[in-house]
């Protein structure tokens, strides 16, 4: 398993670049996985992070990506609920990178 | 690694031979040909899947947990053993190839790689050298070198975690081969003997897990489930203004409805929901689906471990019983219909309480077809006329045993619904659809994330195809009925340069031309 450094502590991330701990989370780390990507983080994504992560403490999962739009319209407006912003804040989908950078495990199954 | 694909004097570990690392991937420019490749040594060889570490759920599967067992060569030996003679077609499969070649240039694989360990023949190869190795007699007598045969080494097994994980087990081969040589069985057969001795592929086996313990792929917990469908039951009701129910865990309806957890997740997969819950709404039967058998996709048929298959398809069937339901339709998936219609009844008994009536079980396809042919559902194709439309046949539905009772069904029932659905649809060239269809490039356990490199070079046919159909009627909707079909269609459409909305499922283009308010019910 492979750690990356973080504040002078050893984190463990799986090949994917997944926290391996989930409560080793913290907003700077998020921060860090993104920066790394070559992202800044906008009041957009982390409107996005903390919905996930709110969503999963609820129900041990990551929101189907429809819950994540219509949340995303009710607080940012509904010319950015669609999946396409999604994508144009999180490329690599909403639902893998953003959950990354959230610190939750990946999707997994036919997705 | 030499040119030969030898290996070099220098000792290398097994955990560097089947190492993954991350390699970067882009798709071939398209022409529309599907050619046969020059062979290229190796040309995949660097592409592994990504192993699973989660020591708690290989123990629930009953495989070693701590990677690679002290003892693996006996292991493999007893086990190969016990599957050869478990499995009398993989016997049969390892005695009776002639080496016609028939098969070489029909994989998506080799297609899309050029590796020749991609040919089926190639592929299979790798369990024959041992085959004959170690169990004829020529091979125990005379050893390798005489027999055209293998010593069971570290290298030849990184061998064969490599290239029995760069099959979909889509049987396309084995629609060519003279002898009916069931590739996929001989896959199956492998994985096994390699989870026997602790080399377990992650992406498939945590599902493997996540289905029979908490009861989908996706791992959703019942709250989880209901609070999804819920929200697609809401919206519904939202955009139609009609009470459009979901129902869940409901004791006494008609009708248990399973599908993959993906269509409750996913996109293009939770328009198809939308779609099969109005098609139920309109036909004023009652059904349900269940939190407990909330899974189609059965991905215990990846390898050759009957029990967990079992597991996992005895959801459906405990749920069905404990519901009371007569009938058990199944949504747009391609395992679940293989398993279901092929596996089922072998695997935990007949449903003796559903009704004789109508399929044991039946495809969304074919219930939504019925309903379309009695009238009992009204379509306006104009809701389309922005699409034109073409299908790919998903190898498990087109390679599986039927639709409907008869035996052409799984081509027919498919494209009849969107016939009725749409004004404008063409296939693909026909070597290339139905029985001869090519695997998405995702199949059998192969859509990881980890999988991307192969899972493109695999595309590469599929996506030939949809060009020519592109190019020539200007096609700009690829309609599928799998969810591992829609996750890997919708992740190579913009790899390949195609916008990634123009894949979906059928059941999201008969929710686009439903028409509320005809004639309801049957």
Known sequence: MATVEFQGKQVEIDEDGYLVNLDEWTKELGEKMATDDGLSLTEAHWEVINFLRDYYQKYQIAPMIKILVKEIAKILGPEKGNTKYLYELFPDGPAKQACRYAGLPKPTGCV | ?522
């Open chain 2, 1 to 522: 690694m030499a040119e030969t694909g030898k290996l070099e004097a220098k000792p290398v570990s097994f955990e560097d031979l089947i190492k993954w690392e991350k390699i970067k991937y882009e798709a071939p420019e398209l022409t529309g040909k599907i050619e046969t490749p020059c062979i290229k040594e190796n040309a995949s060889l660097s592409y592994k899947a990504q192993l699973y570490k989660g020591k708690d759920a290989i123990a629930r599967l009953g495989y070693p947990t701590e990677g690679l067992i002290p003892n693996w060569k006996e292991k493999f030996l007893e086990k190969m053993d016990e599957m050869l003679k478990k499995y009398r077609s993989v016997r049969l499969f390892m005695d009776i190839c002639v080496r016609c070649g028939a098969c070489t240039n029909k994989c998506h694989y080799y297609l899309g790689t050029g590796d020749p360990n991609n040919m089926p023949v190639a592929r299979a190869e790798l369990m024959r050298k041992i085959y004959r190795r170690y169990f004829t007699p020529q091979g125990k007598l005379l050893g390798k070198k005489l027999t055209n045969s293998e010593d069971l080494t570290e290298e030849m097994l990184a061998l064969w975690y490599t290239y029995f994980y760069q099959c979909s087990e889509c049987r396309r081969c084995s629609v060519y081969c003279p002898y009916g040589i069931d590739t996929a069985e001989i896959t199956m057969a492998a994985r096994e003997i390699m989870n026997s001795i602790g080399i377990v592929q992650k992406y498939m086996h945590e599902i493997v897990d996540k289905a029979q313990y908490i009861g989908n792929n996706l791992g959703m917990i019942p709250d989880a489930v209901r609070n999804a469908i819920e929200f697609v039951e809401t919206d519904l009701q939202e955009q139609t203004g009609l009470d459009i129910k979901i129902p869940i865990d409901q004791k006494g309806a008609e009708i248990l409805f399973v599908t993959p957890s993906a269509d409750f997740f996913a996109s293009p997969h939770i328009e198809s929901l939308y779609g099969y819950a109005k098609v139920f709404h309109q036909a004023g039967i009652s059904w349900t689906m269940s939190t407990y058998a909330s899974e189609g996709g059965n991905f215990g048929l990846f390898v050759h471990n009957y029990n967990n298959m079992k597991i996992i398809n005895k959801r459906i069937w405990d749920a069905s019983r404990e519901l009371g339901v007569k009938r058990v339709v199944g949504g747009e998936c391609g395992h679940m219909w293989r398993v279901l219609s092929s596996y089922s009844n072998t695997l935990n008994g007949p449903f003796d309480w559903l009704n004789p009536k109508y399929s044991i079980p039946q495809h969304i396809c074919e219930f939504t077809l019925d309903l379309i042919n009695k009238g009992a559902l009204k379509l306006d194709k104009s809701a389309n006329d922005e699409f034109t439309v073409t299908f790919h046949d998903s190898c498990q539905v087109a390679r599986g045993m039927e639709m409907g009772g008869t035996a052409s069904g799984q081509y027919e029932i498919p494209r009849a619904v969107i016939k009725a659905c749409v004004n404008k649809f063409v296939d693909m060239p026909e070597n290339t659809i139905k029985e001869k269809t090519f695997c998405c490039g995702a199949g059998q356990g192969l859509l990881g994330d980890d999988m991307l490199p192969i899972r493109v070079k695999g595309a590469m046919p599929r996506m030939q195809a949809v060009k020519v159909v592109k190019d020539s009627h200007g096609v700009n909707f690829l309609a599928l009925i799998c969810a591992i079909c829609k996750a890997q269609m919708s992740k190579m459409f913009p790899t390949y340069g195609y916008p990634m909305e123009e894949v979906g499922g059928i059941h999201q283009l008969v929710s686009r031309a439903i028409v509320f308010g005809a004639k309801e019910g049957i």
